[in-house]
């Protein structure tokens, strides 16, 4: 999918996996060292700021004066920090990217980037048949306005009252207002579909969760007890800070945080009304914030093609930079790029209750990105696809636990028909070999075997024969199943 999207040529899978996990180590150690080293960050950052102001003619020049200056440790804030020392390799970050692997690997055998409900097809099908009698509440075969918007209000998307018609709309092919069965399983797939997939995300974030942030409590040079002291020396123990004044502070050379790190971080503080905070509140929980803001930062590498266009997409409309989109305007970005993804499943995507927002409503799409990645991906994963138009197709042919009275009468009256036809002696029995000319004349395409097996199944009091009552109790059950397998097979294969 991810080459589809954006018309790149894809890696043989071991090949890419090797690359993805090289990346990862060299990304992860790249962080670690300008974590343990922030003058490097600090120095770059000041000489390119110095380079744009100044617009030397001798670039080179400049950056020899700039960097030999004697007093450039005092202008970068850098008088009385001791740098710790450089460890040679961090092997933590390796553990943490083989975790990774190991996630990612499970998922290719079957989990999160699958997509699907994880459910033989018979499975799935029981589920459907029970959730679409359960909705019809009135028996009536078909769900109506009511029925389906409390059936959609259990999914815990999210869906108001217009957006439930709108599904509604799209479910109901023949617009009379209703949905039958047929058309209630292509969506309630989806739904299935759509609710495993997000418990399997949220199982999954909760596990790279922990290691990113162990990750990041390595990686930051500084201690919980140093960053609250560097805040109260700013601003004083009974002052409060701004958001811009927060972000200001996280620039700071010696907490080494890149500009989207500090941006992340800013947006998991709570301001009050006026848009400030007190920094007796903040000191004591600002590395925590940190370490989440940085856990977040490493969570949002190695995110693949899709995460990289989901991430310009929403950097297009986040035109203000606050790293917050509100909801219509995200489920427009992501309508416009992944074309593929149904009204139901692009409403699950922006109305996750366990989305990051701010008090608006507005979902905060850095954070949120790992997961919209994982969760768009598996949505168009073929096997997903492959579930709803499998089950799509069995839908064609109704199930008989769906079956009205006066079609399960039409059923056991054609029954009994072939009952009386194969009963050659009128004893109001079945032997074995009448039953075998029995279920050959209903063409159900059961072999000798299989027939047999039914006999002995039919027989309850195991007298050898069948008697008219014994045959019509399991008809229905058994073998109008059986009559729409066949018909199945013979739509599929025939």
């Known amino acids: 999918m991810e080459a589809q999207i954006t018309a790149a040529v894809q890696l043989p899978s071991e090949v890419q996996m090797a690359l993805s996990k090289q990346k990862r180590v060299q990304r992860i150690n790249n962080e670690h060292f300008f974590r343990i080293h922030p003058e490097l960050r600090g120095m770059i950052s000041a000489f390119m700021s110095a380079l744009l102001k100044e617009k030397p003619d001798d670039v080179d020049l400049f950056a020899e004066n700039f960097f030999t200056q ?72 078909s769900l109506e306005f009511h029925e389906f918007a409390e059936l959609m209000s259990t999914a815990s998307i999210g869906l108001n009252k217009a957006e439930v018609k709108l599904l509604l709309a799209e479910a109901d092919e023949n617009s009379d207002g209703q949905v039958t069965y047929q058309e209630f399983v292509p969506l309630a797939v989806e739904v299935i579909q759509t609710m495993r997939l997000k418990e399997r995300a949220e199982e999954e974030e909760a596990e790279l969760d922990d290691i990113f942030r162990e990750a990041a409590n390595e990686a930051i040079g500084m201690t919980p007890r140093e960053v609250e002291e560097m805040v109260i020396k700013k601003v004083g123990g009974d002052g409060t800070l701004t958001r811009p004044q927060l972000k ?57 093609m899709v995460g990289e266009e989901i991430e310009r997409i929403c950097g297009f409309y986040d035109k203000d930079e606050s790293g917050f989109l509100d909801r219509v305007i995200l489920k427009q970005a992501i309508q416009s790029n992944f074309q593929f993804l149904s009204t139901f499943q692009l409403n699950a995507l922006v109305n996750d209750p366990r989305a990051p927002t701010n008090a608006e409503g507005a979902i905060a799409w850095r954070e949120y990105l790992p997961k919209l990645t994982a969760l768009i991906k598996a949505m168009g994963d ?104 066949r018909a199945l097979a013979d739509h599929v294969y025939g």
């Open 248 to 304: 200001a502070l996280l620039k700071a050379p010696q907490l080494g945080l890149s500009k989207q790190q500090a941006a992340l971080a800013s947006n998991l503080v709570d301001f009050d009304a006026n848009g400030s905070i007190a920094a007796s509140v903040l000191a004591p929980n600002l590395y925590s914030v940190i370490v989440d803001a940085v856990a977040k930062a490493l969570s949002m590498q190695n995110l693949g």
């Open 70 to 141: 004697p007093d450039l440790a005092h202008q970068l804030g850098f008088i009385g920090w001791t740098r710790p020392p450089t460890p040679e390799i961090a092997p933590e970050m390796v553990a943490m990217a083989e975790a990774i692997e190991a996630l990612e690997t499970e998922d290719d055998e079957g989990g999160l980037a699958g997509g699907t409900t994880d459910m033989d097809p018979l499975e799935l099908e029981h589920m459907l048949i029970a959730l679409f009698k359960e909705a019809d509440r009135d028996g009536s075969g």
């Open 382 to 485: 073929p096997a997903a696809i492959h579930e709803r138009m499998e089950m799509a197709a069995r839908a064609e042919f109704q199930p008989a636990a769906l079956m009205n009275g006066q079609e399960q009468a039409e059923f056991v009256e054609m029954m009994k028909g072939f009952f009386m036809e194969a009963d050659t002696d009128n004893n109001g029995t079945l032997d074995k070999a009448e039953f075998l000319t029995c279920l050959k004349q209903a063409e159900l395409g059961l072999v000798d075997g299989e027939i047999l097996g039914l006999f002995d199944m039919f027989d309850q009091d195991m007298s050898g024969s069948i008697d008219m009552e014994e045959f019509l109790e399991g008809a229905y059950d058994i073998l109008a199943d059986l009559a729409r397998e």
